[in-house]
């Protein structure tokens, strides 16, 4: 399949749904330090596969998806800590850091063919 818009990368799509249910999740939450940098780190591994994916050449591409899969690592590290602070049940703390290591796969997968 060929890629003609960053909609089509499968890590972007995922990065979506992660998003999508971090911004569920936590719309309720009252400790908005928290809220804002969980969101903040699930929408910029969406944005910086989008923003690369615009960029001119596979050089800058890659650098982007590099700060993308650094934000996957600060998603995982944020569920430990939303799951021992009761923010989040066990089973969504498990799906939400599964689905962040497959798009973290997917990305590293994207950075060796770019190379």
Do not use: P
């Not at 998806?65 to 995982?76: P, Q």
């Amino acid at each position: 399949m060929q890629i003609e818009k960053f909609e089509d990368i499968i890590a972007w799509q995922k990065a979506k749904l992660l998003t999508l249910d971090i911004y569920k999740s936590f719309r309720l939450c009252k400790d908005y330090g928290f809220k804002d940098q969980i969101q903040r780190a699930s929408v910029s591994i969406m944005n910086n596969v989008a923003e690369g994916f615009e960029r001119k050449g596979d050089k800058e591409f890659s650098r982007f998806l590099f700060i993308a899969k650094a934000s996957c690592g600060e998603v995982r590290s944020m569920i430990y800590i939303a799951h021992d602070l009761r923010y989040i049940s066990k089973e969504d703390s498990q799906k939400y850091y599964d689905l962040s290591v497959e798009i973290s796969k997917l990305i590293s997968g994207f950075i060796k063919t770019l190379r």
